[in-house]
């Protein structure tokens, strides 16, 4: 009897013991994504991309486990984001915060980062303002500014001299807009027209109209990744706007890696810039395919926003091994981020350490078919572009 | 029973209030679930005791984040004053708005107030100049409380503050429904033609509600703001009025705490199922939403009363 008491307290201990040491061995990272509602595919892109890194790399480094806690911010609410980013916090005791794929969101969390000297690692949000909101944000995606600003350049530089711009009338439309506008102009081109189209609008018929008329050479488009760029294409064929010598030139969120099956052949022959194309030619990146397809299942492509969660979970590894044994520290982590050079599936990328902003290499691309399946084809790249927008 | 309803009432105040011990770890998601309620508390005057039935709600509510943000961004930090300040201006926009939603039938009253709701988010996303467009607005920095209590990370000076605002304003609205005023209005929603037969000014009744309710409502929507210490178009978004709907009906229109029970319940199922199933709880809370409207015809509130076998104080049928 008293034997199987000794036994059961012993037990106790043991577990009770064994707890506590794991508590001490595990690194937790908070990850707020959009993983239902209209932007649901930003977050199920982020989480497959992170779930992909842990399954190559190991769900533990230096020793320790890295638990990944997910939680939905169900779209653009920052409200929803700031509670979770306090819950998470507080009660999970995360070391990082992760995620984030719309600006609203971020910058609602990022005073709490700041408070409690957490590294805040910014997966997607793409506009210039989120790093200057606090000294513990570092983002490994892009800004739109940043993959906007070589494509004036390179239409400019490539016989392109009259544009028509048509962007979605909101904030990254409006970044991606200028940033383009700056560039082109400043290389010697002329824009012909612009229009901002409703942010809810999917009926281009009557802006393709105009865009006809105004005989430009080329028409730059930014619209949200989703149906919008789809119906555009459409739009665009149906109109002969192709016969009529017009092409279209946008930023990679037009053709992105995982809709750009959907759009068929009409978007043949358009030329963006982008940081990622699923066809980029490296080991990392097959790597990084194949890991997602095993993670999300062949039928989920991958895109940009996978390969920004994918980079972030590789900046969360890596500052953990620099970090050592002890608990993790804001600072030290910072450091260890600050300057960072990863191999990613996207070639590679830094972290500026002034900034902590992503520096990477833009290509351009142009969509074309390879093997019955389309895709985006690098074939020129311009190296090291930082944020113009700061 | 009135008496027992006292009891019960006082109760329910008093467990709230019992939060900072009770649910300690959860202050920040109870201050957004008291934000809601009263934001639901807002509609039940205008949909549970006018009967107005409306879908652009969240433009009051709107009119008052964005104010409480506005101000708190251009060094007006100060709490109290700020939210004072909110809720005026969205009983403002209120009366502008209420001769046009007054008038006409409930048809016609879902297609303005859409309508109205739809225009100032567009409005607020077009002057992104101002607003800060998608994005939201930046800078917004509010003081601490009376200058002393910082809103910490725990959420506890954010709860007690947004607990004591909801209190206020619930016994302002109690009083409001149970004056005579509030019994015209049960009048109005039951029969307008013969209450206008008898010589009660129904369309004064309405506006004075209607402006009453969206002060209200813009005051739950400055807390939301101070309290988060940002303001995204997403407070204006259609969504948000649909949902007011669906807590309000969940937790029973016309019983006041309907809207607080609604917004709990509506909440908290919302948050257990996406974090135990970020991808597919909708699903739950969707079928979970279909059934207790169906087992409880008038929401959950008079699902309880049924079951207690209490007298309905309410005048006639939800509309």
Same mark, same amino acid.
Request: charged share 20%; aromatic share 8%; no cysteine.
């Given at each position: 009897m008293s034997g199987r008491l000794w036994g059961a307290l012993a037990l106790a201990v043991a577990v009770i013991a064994a707890t506590g040491a794991a508590a001490q061995d595990v690194v937790k990272v908070g990850m707020i994504a959009?993983?239902?509602?209209?932007?649901?595919e930003t977050g199920r892109q982020m989480v497959n991309g992170a779930k992909a890194y842990q399954k190559v790399y190991?769900?533990?480094?230096g020793g320790r486990k890295v638990e990944l806690i997910v939680r939905d911010s169900?779209?653009?609410a920052p409200e929803v984001a700031k509670r979770l980013a306090q819950e998470l916090l507080v009660?999970?005791?995360?070391?990082f915060l992760a995620g984030f794929g719309l600006t609203p969101n971020a910058l609602a969390v990022a005073p709490l980062a700041t408070e409690t000297r957490k590294p805040m690692i910014v997966m997607n949000a793409a506009t210039?303002?989120?790093?200057?909101?606090?000294?513990y944000i570092v983002r490994v995606s892009f800004t739109l500014a940043q993959v906007a600003a070589p494509l004036g350049t390179w239409a400019a530089r490539n016989g392109i001299g009259k544009v028509y711009t048509l962007v979605a009338d909101y904030g990254p439309g409006i970044d991606a807009e200028t940033a383009f506008k700056k560039t082109f102009v400043a290389g010697g081109?002329?824009?012909?027209g612009e229009v901002r189209t409703p942010l809810?609008?999917?009926?281009f018929a009557p802006y393709l109209q105009r865009i006809k008329d105004a005989r430009p050479q080329a028409v730059f488009i930014f619209l949200p990744v989703g149906e919008q760029p789809v119906a555009f294409m459409k739009g665009f064929a149906e109109r002969e706007l192709d016969k009529a010598g017009i092409r279209v030139i946008a930023t990679g969120d037009v053709t992105e890696d995982g809709q750009l099956e959907a759009?068929?052949?009409?978007?043949?022959?358009v030329v963006t810039t982008h940081?990622?194309?699923?066809?980029?030619?490296s080991a990392q990146n097959r790597t990084f395919l194949k890991a997602f397809a095993e993670v999300a299942g062949p039928d989920f492509k991958p895109n940009f926003m996978a390969v920004g969660a994918w980079d972030g979970m590789a900046a969360i590894y890596e500052s953990i091994r620099r970090n050592g044994s002890g608990p993790i520290d804001g600072d030290r982590a910072l450091a260890a981020l600050k300057g960072l050079k990863l191999d990613s599936p996207r070639g590679p990328i830094m972290i500026d350490?002034?900034?902590?902003d992503v520096v990477q290499t833009v290509y351009v691309r142009r969509v074309q078919k390879r093997g019955g399946r389309v895709f985006n084809v690098e074939f020129e790249q311009i190296a090291n572009v930082k944020d113009p927008g700061k | 029973m009135r008496v027992r309803g006292l009891w019960l009432e006082a109760a329910f105040w008093l467990v709230l209030a019992a939060g900072f011990v009770l649910w300690p770890s959860r202050l920040p998601l109870a201050s957004q679930v008291l934000i809601a309620g009263l934001f639901a508390l807002s509609y039940d005057l205008i949909l549970?005791?006018?009967?107005i039935l409306s879908l652009g709600h969240a433009a009051y509510f709107g009119v008052g984040a964005y104010s409480a943000g506005l101000l708190a961004a251009h060094g007006?930090?100060?709490p109290i004053s700020g939210l004072i300040a909110a809720g005026l201006l969205a009983a403002l926009a209120g009366l502008i708005t209420s001769p046009l939603v007054v008038r006409g039938t409930d048809l016609t009253r879902l297609m303005i107030t859409t309508g109205l709701g739809l225009l100032l988010f567009e409005l607020a996303n077009r002057l992104g100049a101002i607003? =800060?467009?998608?994005d939201g607005l930046q800078g917004v920095e509010v003081q601490p409380l009376f200058g002393a209590l910082r809103f910490d990370i725990y959420g506890r000076t954010a709860y007690g503050y947004v607990l004591a605002v909801v209190f206020v304003l619930f016994l302002a609205a109690r009083r409001l429904v149970r004056s005579p005023f509030g019994l015209s209005l049960r009048g109005i929603r039951g029969n307008p033609a013969r209450m206008r037969a008898i010589g009660c000014r129904v369309d004064l009744h309405l506006a004075a509600v209607y402006t009453f309710s969206a002060a209200c409502a813009g005051v739950a929507g400055a807390l939301l703001t101070q309290t988060t210490q940002f303001v995204g178009l997403d407070v204006l978004s259609f969504g948000r009025s649909a949902e007011l709907l669906v807590m309000l009906i969940v937790g029973g229109a =016309?019983?006041?705490y309907g809207g607080f029970i609604g917004a709990a319940v509506f909440m908290i199922a919302h948050h257990y199922l996406s974090s135990l199933?970020?991808?597919?709880?909708q699903f739950w809370l969707g079928a979970g939403l279909v059934l207790i409207v169906l087992v409880g015809r008038d929401g959950i509130l008079g699902l309880g009363h049924r079951v207690l076998g209490v007298r309905r104080r309410r005048a006639g049928p939800a509309p």
């Open positions: 959009e993983m239902s509602g209209p932007f649901a190991g769900e533990s480094v169900t779209g653009p009660n999970d005791k995360v070391d210039s303002v989120i790093t200057l909101k606090s000294p081109g002329e824009i012909v809810r609008n999917v009926e759009m068929g052949e009409t978007p043949l022959g940081h990622y194309s699923a066809a980029h030619d350490p002034e900034t902590r | 549970g005791y006018a009967g007006w930090g100060e607003t =800060g467009g998608v =016309g019983l006041l199933d970020p991808v597919y709880w």
